[in-house]
C-alpha cells in the first residue's frame, strides 16, 4: 500500500520534470515522511531488514568503548567532552560503548552523549535503549555543542545519497530514474555531459559521488581541526578509489532490486574513503587508515575480549561468541569490506589501533 503509494508520487514527479537523479531517488525512497523506508519499517536487528556489527556482537561496542577512552586520555582527557554519535540505529552500539567506558569512570563522568538521527521511529527506540544515558539528539552536527569532539558512526556513510555518472564515448552522464513506456521505474542516462570533474575511467564505468558525506566531512573536518577531538567511521566499502555501480537495495536480509517496490527496501552504496578523507584533510584536520575492520579490531584486543566473555557461560552461548566475533573478523564476511577510518586535528597523537 505505501509502497503503491511512493512509487505513484515517484511516477508523477518523473512525468512532470524528467528523470530524476539516483540521489534524489535514494532520498525520497528512503525519507520520504509518509511513504519512505524508514517512516514504515525497522531497519535493523534480526527482525529488521539486516543486521550490524552491534547486533552481531556487544564485543564490537565494548571495543569501540576501550578506543573511545584511551583516545580521550591520549588527547589529555578534556572535560566535558561532546561524546556524539551519527546514525545510531537502535541505540546499541551506544549503549554497549558506554558499559565499557564505565571502566574509566573519569571518562565517563566527563562525556555529554549527543545523537544525531533524522528518523522519528528510531529516535524513540534510542530513547528507551538509552535512557539512563539521557542523550540530546540533533538533526546535524550544526547544533551539536561545540568544544572537543568525540565522534563515532557505523554504517551511517553508506545511506547518504549517491549520484552515479557513467562514461560514455564522448563524455560523462550522470545516471537518473525514468519510467518505461508501461510505467516501471528505470535507469536512465541524462544526453546532456555532465559537468563535473570526473577521472579518466575507461568508456562504460560507473563513477558515485556522495554530496552529503562530502559536506559531512567538511564540517566535521573544520571542528577537529578548531576544537580538537577525534572521529571513528566504520562502514562498507573501496579504498583506493575504484569505478562500479555499488547501488544496492536490502529488504528482509535478501538483496533486492533497487527500483523495485520503493519505499520496502534499505538502499545504500559503498563508501569511497579516499574522496571522504580528502575532504577532511582539505581544511585541515588529519586522517588514519583505514585499516580493515579485522585489523582495527584485533589490534584493540577483540579475542581476548571475547574469550574472556565466553569464559563460565554454556556451550551455546560460547558458540554463538565465537560466531559473531568470526563474522566481524572473518575476511569472508565483515573483516575485510568494512574499514575503519580516523579522523582528528592535525596535531593529535597517532589513535589506537593505527599504529
Ligand atoms: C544502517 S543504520 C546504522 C545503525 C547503527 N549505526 C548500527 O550500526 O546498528 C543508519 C542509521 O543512520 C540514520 N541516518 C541515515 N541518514 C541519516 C541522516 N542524513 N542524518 C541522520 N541520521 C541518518 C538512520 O536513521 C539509522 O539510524
Given amino acids: 500500500m505505501n509502497s503503491a503509494l511512493l512509487l505513484e508520487h515517484l511516477r508523477e514527479l518523473i512525468r512532470a520534470d524528467g528523470p530524476l537523479t539516483v540521489e534524489r531517488y535514494m532520498d525520497i525512497a528512503l525519507w520520504h515522511p509518509d511513504w519512505g523506508y524508514y517512516a514504515t519499517h525497522q531497519p535493523v536487528g534480526a527482525r529488521g531488514d539486516f543486521v550490524t556489527a552491534p ?15 584511551e583516545t580521550w586520555q591520549r588527547l589529555s582527557a578534556p ?34 552523549i549527543h545523537l544525531i538521527e533524522t528518523s522519528a521511529r528510531l529516535r524513540s527506540v534510542q530513547a528507551q535503549t538509552l535512557a539512563a544515558a539521557a ?34 564515448a564522448d563524455s560523462w552522464h550522470e545516471r537518473g530514474v525514468g ?24 568508456v562504460g564505468s ?8 562530502r559536506d559531512l566531512a567538511h564540517d566535521l573536518g573544520c571542528r577537529l581541526a578548531h576544537q580538537g577531538g577525534a572521529a571513528l567511521f566504520i562502514d562498507y566499502g573501496y579504498f583506493p578509489p575504484a569505478p562500479g555501480d555499488t547501488l544496492q537495495a ?26 571522504f578523507a580528502a575532504a577532511t584533510t582539505a581544511v585541515g584536520a588529519r586522517t588514519w587508515g583505514p585499516v580493515s575492520q579485522a585489523r582495527f579490531l584485533k589490534a584493540l584486543g577483540v579475542e581476548i575480549r571475547a574469550r574472556r566473555l565466553a569464559a563460565g557461560k554454556n556451550m551455546q552461548q560460547q558458540a554463538q561468541i565465537e560466531s559473531g566475533c568470526r563474522r566481524l573478523l572473518d575476511e569472508t564476511q565483515m573483516g575485510t569490506l568494512f574499514k575503519v ?13 593505527f599504529d
Avoid: K
Wanted: proline share 10%; with cysteine; net charge negative.
Fill in 55 to 69: 547486533e552481531i556482537s556487544q564485543v564490537f561496542g565494548e571495543m569501540i568503548g576501550l578506543w573511545l577512552g
Fill in 79 to 112: 572535560n566535558p567532552v561532546v561524546l556524539c554519535e551519527l546514525g545510531p540505529g537502535n541505540g546499541t552500539l551506544m549503549a554497549d560503548l558506554l558499559r565499557a567506558a564505565a571502566v574509566a569512570p573519569t571518562f565517563r563522568q566527563a562525556a555529554r
Fill in 135 to 168: 542523550p540530546t539528539w540533533h538533526y546535524s552536527l550544526a547544533t551539536v555543542p561545540t568544544g572537543p569532539l568525540l565522534l563515532v558512526a557505523n554504517e551511517f556513510l553508506d545511506a547518504l545519497p549517491i549520484r552515479q555518472f557513467e562514461r560514455g
Fill in 179 to 202: 519510467l518505461t513506456a508501461d510505467g516501471a521505474l528505470s535507469f536512465v542516462r541524462n544526453p546532456a555531459g555532465a559537468t563535473e570533474e570526473l577521472p579518466d575511467w575507461p
Fill in 206 to 213: 560507473i563513477v558515485e559521488r556522495r554530496p552529503a558525506a
Fill in 250 to 275: 536490502v529488504a528482509r536480509h535478501r538483496r533486492h532490486d533497487p527500483l523495485r517496490n520503493p519505499g520496502t527496501a534499505d538502499l545504500t552504496a559503498h563508501v569511497d574513503f579516499a574522496a
Fill in 341 to 353: 577510518l580516523a579522523i582528528t586535528g592535525a596535531d593529535a597523537p597517532t589513535p589506537a589501533g
